[in-house]
T-cell receptor
C-alpha cells in the first residue's frame, strides 16, 4: 500500500467510448503524474501537475485529457482512443515536482486499459 | 533526449545465485533511482543514489552510482524467489528534473 490509489484497475473500452481514470493520493503530496507503461517500452511520462498546475505535457495526443482539481486527485479523461493506446496507466505523486533529487515518487497500482 | 539502457532485459536464475543488473547512459544524471515492480502493482522505490561513486546497501542488494554519474548497477547476493520482479532504473536530470526510466530488467528467481 503506497498511499496512491487508482480506479478502475482494469478497463476495456471501444474506440468511440469516453471514460475516465481516477487517481487519489493520501500522502499530502503536491505533485502528481501520469505515466504510460507499454510492453517492451520504458515508462513514458505523460503529464505533470505541481500544486494543481500542469507543468509538463510530453506531446501527448489530445484524446488524453488530464484534470487535477486539487493536489490529492488526478483524472485522465479518455475519448476516441486507438488500439495502440492499450497499456498500463500509472499515477504517481511526490512532495513536489522538480524538487531536490531525493524526492521520491510513489506509484499507484495502475489501470490496465484495453482498447478494442 | 536522455536515454537509459538496462541489461540484461531478462534474467532467470536459481535461488541462492548472485546477479548484477546494469543501467547505462551517455547522459549525466544528478541522481539515479532504482525501483522494483511486481505484477499488478506500480513501481516501488528501492534506493536513490546521488553522489558519483556512491555505494548503498539494502540487505542483500548493493547499488552503485558510477563516478561520472552516467551509469549504475544493482547487485543481488543470494537471490530469493521474493526478489522476482521488474527492476527499473530512473535518472533525474534536465531542467525539469523529471525521471527518465530505463526499459527494465525482468528477474525471475526459481526455487
Amino acid at each position: 500500500e503506497t498511499g496512491v490509489t487508482q480506479t478502475p484497475r482494469h478497463l476495456v473500452m471501444g474506440m468511440t467510448n469516453k471514460k475516465s481514470l481516477k487517481c487519489e493520493q493520501h500522502l499530502g503530496h503536491n505533485a502528481m503524474y501520469w505515466y504510460k507503461q507499454s510492453a517492451k517500452k520504458p515508462l513514458e511520462l505523460m503529464f505533470v501537475y505541481n500544486f494543481k498546475e500542469q507543468t509538463e505535457n510530453n506531446s501527448v495526443p489530445s484524446r488524453f485529457s488530464p484534470e487535477c482539481p486539487n493536489s490529492s486527485h488526478l483524472f485522465l479523461h479518455l475519448h476516441t482512443l486507438q488500439p495502440e493506446d492499450s497499456a498500463l496507466y500509472l499515477c504517481a505523486s511526490s512532495l513536489k515536482a522538480g524538487g531536490p533529487p531525493t524526492y521520491e515518487q510513489y506509484f499507484g497500482p495502475g489501470t490496465r486499459l484495453t482498447v478494442t | 533526449t536522455q536515454l537509459l539502457e538496462q541489461s540484461p532485459q531478462f534474467l532467470s536464475i536459481q535461488e541462492g545465485e548472485n546477479l548484477t543488473v546494469y543501467c547505462n547512459s551517455s547522459s549525466v544524471f544528478s541522481s539515479l533511482q532504482w525501483y522494483r515492480q511486481e505484477p499488478g502493482e506500480g513501481p516501488v522505490l528501492l534506493v536513490t543514489v546521488v553522489t558519483g561513486g556512491e555505494v548503498k546497501k539494502l540487505k542483500r542488494l548493493t547499488f552503485q552510482f558510477g563516478d561520472a554519474r552516467k551509469d549504475s548497477s544493482l547487485h543481488i547476493t543470494a537471490a530469493q524467489p521474493g526478489d522476482t520482479g521488474l527492476y527499473l532504473c530512473a535518472g533525474v536530470g534536465g531542467s525539469a528534473r523529471q525521471l527518465t526510466f530505463g526499459s527494465g530488467t525482468q528477474l525471475t528467481v526459481l526455487p
